[in-house]
């Protein structure tokens, strides 16, 4: 058998590679003590917090304020309230609870899948991404619960054994939706804090009050930072991404069987599934942007999230825009494939009937804005990257308004009727911003923004060295 | 550095040791695919005379050969692109694999002529609407209507239920303007030719623009070339998601009369996906058994534990997938769609249905999950090869199901022979465009050797 030959000086004849350098994940000269510093005088209050910070969360609070009175009116004068009818019968509280949950999702991408996945970027954003998370099914979950009418009866949706003859229907989408963000808010928080402990370690050693010693200490649940305590942290750390990362797939899967198992026009849609998951990541990677933008601004944490973050999650949003364009097409060229004569003119009904312009609005937001992002100066831009990420989020919002307008003009014309939101619909949506901001601005001031302790690791390949190099102490 | 590595770096390949390296399974293939086309007639004519298969079932046979073979070289459209955009170590390793594979589009039409054939077999085709003229289904469905009052009154004596009936309501799907405005075979054929030039268009450029990036000498020619692949494997993307929603919709989804889900083409689109990818794998197991030194020492348990993992993930999509897809049309219960289904889940076919969620599901799920099987080269193999047999038995209940076999007969032997048939010739013409250009990317070896040895 012919053999291939060895050259004679023992390299490659082909042209030189061209190496290109490797992206930045910690900019600066940062040493072990100045990451916890940089990181942790933020949660500790050493670092005072910019007027920004008071500004927001005064909104957050005032809004958080409106949506109690959004929700004590609700529970005084019933559902009626909202601007919910028969054929529309869900309203803003189904096109929120998919909105608020959706953006939740690239929390748990960031913090799972991309761990397992390997991926270097996702250290210095899973932290805040995370706490994006909760507090977006926090928001979420308001809404179905109280579109039920009688919340105080929420429990009755488990099953537990009872002498009322109650039992859930199993076959509907709607108790399914029960378990899955339950185990998605309870794996979520769970996530979070088991990821939180080393670095509330960190800050009970490193705090300078005594109530912050002693708060933090609490919180960190004894962590000494042993060898045995790291293993079994990296253990349950990987534990819980394994666990977290079907329910990325699984809960807005589920969301989106709510409309699919209908057999409403454009709602039975096969592709619903993936889509919807898509679209989650989606707005969740605009929502992570939203934040992670100003929050570097504001506090200086441009060394930690850098370039090559933003780039990278701008891509993700550009790559997923795209698919969730592919589904859009995908509906409209099905129903015209079908030659059913309820999807064809169902889908005519949404593009250019009463309410097609809304239809117009999320093909803008969603399909065309995010085209900007292709040319990479642009990605970099953090204005117009902030504007695309505003515009993400409208669109998706809209996204759910359409799928949710559309039993508005459905079957039989005797069927029809329209929908119109009241103010009680707008003041509990806009309040449970109030409520996201709020948790969000003291999750940013009492708790590291930034894993600490995962900056940590990275450090070695930043300075130069690799996997299992040390770096001495101090700038290099 | 060790010996294995200085080996790496100094080995040259030649066309030669290419060759003869390839030579022996291209052979084989040649063979295999003669005996196979060959199988295919002599069993078709048996079965076709003997009254046990109608002329149908042999160009059945013949499209399931044909979509499992041809999926492969649109497969490696998306995977090579998706490298493009995405960078990875796995793309350098299977980018030769999957630009043969691109290689073999232009074959693959030569492969779709029987297929236009059929487009235009008229009432003999398997494509309803190639024998479908406007104004009949309204004659049909009185026929129909009144074969259904016969059969009602005959299993009112007989005092039995027929599951088929179910499937003939009244449907609201406008036929005649479904044939006249799309499904017809003119247009049908014509858009085929078109997904095989737009397709091959963008393979062109971007297997062109790869010999640039690799081969250019002048380095700033090079170095642009390179910039341009990530916009080639974008547009690469976006041609490859469009053509297969309209490939999968025209060749295989519009053998049924009203079935339309908007899952079918992404279910084609993974079936692919896994069929690219385990061909892949098998080639580079193949050089690797074969002692090839850039293999041998490149290719580590490492680097098959995590291609072997992107095969886990594309088996898990499968599932999803399909669930997906299965739940919500049996929950709607729809007259369109339900037929689909009903038709695959009686008859025999619920069996198939359990074993291939055992097959393409369970067993391949519990194998890849472990390390020790994707590090293991020879578990890894017959990893692969299960998922290619799995995947044509996936392509085979997309389509054999939507006729209906009266008698029991091994008509699909004709299946099995036609895949091999189709399948032997498309390998040894695979195997021959793999053997034209070195089996990595010379100027890329040194980012797999630096990550292999530590550095």
Not at chain 1, 251 to 260: E, L, N, P, Q, Y
Not at chain 2, 184 to 189: D, G, L, Q, R, S
Not at chain 2, 264 to 279: G, H, R
């Amino acid at each position: 058998m012919a053999t291939g030959v060895l050259a004679h000086d023992g390299h490659h004849s082909s042209a030189p590679p061209h190496v290109e350098p490797l992206p930045v994940a910690i900019g600066g000269q940062h040493s072990m003590g100045s990451v916890c510093d940089a990181i942790g005088d933020i949660a500790t209050c050493v670092k005072p917090h910019p007027k920004n910070w008071y500004i927001v969360f005064g909104i957050g609070f005032t809004l958080a304020a409106g949506f109690l009175v959004a929700v004590t009116y609700l529970l005084t004068y019933g559902t009626g309230v909202w601007g919910i009818n028969v054929p529309t019968a869900w309203g803003f509280a189904i096109i929120n609870f998919v909105w608020w949950i959706g953006i939740g999702h690239a929390g748990t991408l960031i913090s799972a899948i991309l761990l397992l996945l390997h991926q270097r970027w996702r250290t210095s954003i899973n932290r805040f991404a995370e706490a994006m998370t909760i507090f977006a099914v926090m928001c979420a979950g308001v809404f179905p619960l109280l579109h039920m009418g009688r919340p105080w009866l929420a429990y009755w949706l488990f099953p537990f054994p009872n002498n009322f003859a109650m039992y859930p229907q199993f076959r509907s989408p709607l108790a399914w939706d029960v378990f899955a963000v339950t185990t998605y808010g309870t794996v979520s928080v769970i996530f979070w804090y088991v990821g939180l402990i080393p670095d509330f370690g960190v800050l009970r050693d490193s705090a300078p009050t005594k109530i912050q010693r002693w708060a933090y200490g609490m919180l960190s649940l004894g962590w000494r930072g042993s060898a045995y305590h790291w293993r079994r942290y990296e253990k349950v750390y990987l534990i819980l991404a394994g666990i977290s990362t079907p329910l990325v797939f699984s809960v807005h899967s589920i969301v989106s069987f709510d409309f699919a198992v209908s057999i409403v026009p454009l709602w039975h849609a096969t592709i619903f599934p993936p889509f919807f998951v898509i679209g989650a990541i989606f707005s969740g990677f605009a929502m992570v942007l939203f934040l992670a933008l100003p929050l570097r601004k504001w506090y200086g944490l441009e060394d930690f999230i850098t370039d090559w973050h933003i780039d990278n999650c701008a891509k993700v949003m550009l790559g997923t825009g795209m698919l969730v364009s592919y589904g859009y097409f995908c509906e409209v060229w099905m129903a015209w494939y079908s030659h059913s004569l309820y999807e064809a003119d169902t889908t005519w009904q949404r593009l250019f009937g009463p309410y097609g312009w809304s239809y117009w609005t999320l093909i803008f937001c969603n399909f065309i804005a995010p085209q900007v992002l292709w040319y990479r100066p642009w990605r970099l831009n953090p204005y117009i990257l902030f504007v695309v990420c505003v515009i993400v989020l409208i669109g998706m919002w809209f996204e759910r308004y359409v799928i949710v307008i559309t039993l508005t003009r459905e079957y039989m014309p005797s069927m029809w009727g329209r929908y119109a939101p009241t103010v009680w619909d707008w003041l509990l949506y806009i309040g449970t911003f109030g409520i996201f901001f709020t948790f969000f601005m003291l999750f940013v001031r009492y708790v590291p923004m930034i894993s600490i302790t995962e900056m940590r690791e990275l450090l070695p390949k930043s300075a130069g060295g690799q996997d299992g190099h040390s770096i001495a102490e101090g700038p290099p | 550095m060790s010996d294995a590595a200085a080996n790496t770096t100094a080995f040259q390949e030649t066309p030669e040791y290419r060759h003869e390296l390839l030579s022996g399974p291209r052979t084989k293939a040649l063979l295999i695919g003669i005996a196979g086309f060959v199988a295919y007639g002599v069993i078709g004519g048996a079965l076709v005379s003997l009254g046990q298969a109608d002329v149908q079932q042999f160009m059945i046979a013949y499209l399931v050969g044909f979509l499992f073979w041809v999926s492969m070289s649109l497969g490696s459209l998306f995977f090579q692109s998706i490298h493009y955009v995405t960078g990875g170590r796995w793309g350098i390793l299977m980018r030769r694999p999957m630009e043969a594979h691109m290689r073999t589009w232009a074959f693959g039409f030569v492969l779709f002529l029987p297929v236009i054939g059929m487009m235009f077999a008229g009432k003999s085709s398997i494509y309803w609407w190639a024998g479908h003229h406007p104004g009949e289904h309204e004659h049909a469905a009185t026929e129909g209507k009144k074969e259904e009052e016969k059969a009602a009154h005959k299993e009112a004596a007989e005092g039995s239920w027929h599951r088929k009936n179910v499937t003939k309501p009244n449907l609201e799907i406008d036929e005649d303007r479904k044939v006249a405005e799309y499904l017809n075979p003119v247009f049908t054929a014509v858009r085929g030719v078109l997904y095989f030039l737009i397709v091959g268009g963008a393979m062109f450029w971007i297997l062109s623009n790869a010999m640039k990036a690799e081969n250019s000498p002048d380095e700033e020619a090079g170095r642009i070339a390179r910039n341009r692949q990530k916009y080639a494997g974008t547009v690469g993307i976006v041609i490859f998601a469009l053509m297969m929603a309209f490939i999968s919709t025209d060749w295989i989804m519009s053998l049924e009369k009203t079935f339309a889900s908007s899952m079918f083409p992404v279910i084609v689109f993974d079936n692919a996906a896994i069929i690219t990818y385990a061909s892949g794998m098998l080639t580079l197991l193949y050089l690797k058994e074969k002692k090839h030194p850039h293999f041998e020492n490149l290719f580590p348990p490492t680097e098959q534990i995590h291609l072997g993992s992107m095969l886990l993930a594309f088996t898990l999509a499968w599932t999803y997938f399909n669930f997906s897809q299965f739940m919500l049309i049996w929950i709607g219960n729809l007259p369109e769609e339900i037929p689909y289904y009903l038709r695959r889940t009686t008859n025999g076919w619920q069996y198939y249905a359990i074993i291939m969620t055992v097959f393409h599901f369970f067993v391949p799920f519990m194998l890849l999950l472990f390390r020790h099987v994707k590090s293991d080269p020879k578990v890894l193999r017959w990893v692969c090869i299960g998922l290619l047999i799995v995947c044509f038995t996936d392509v085979f209940w997309w389509i054999n199901p939507t006729f209906i076999h009266e008698n029991f007969s091994v008509y699909w032997l004709m299946d099995i022979a036609a895949w091999f048939g189709v399948g032997g010739v498309w390998i040894w013409y695979y195997l021959g465009q793999l053997a034209k250009r070195p089996l990595l990317p010379t100027r890329e070896l040194y980012i797999l050797e630096a990550y292999n040895h530590g550095h």
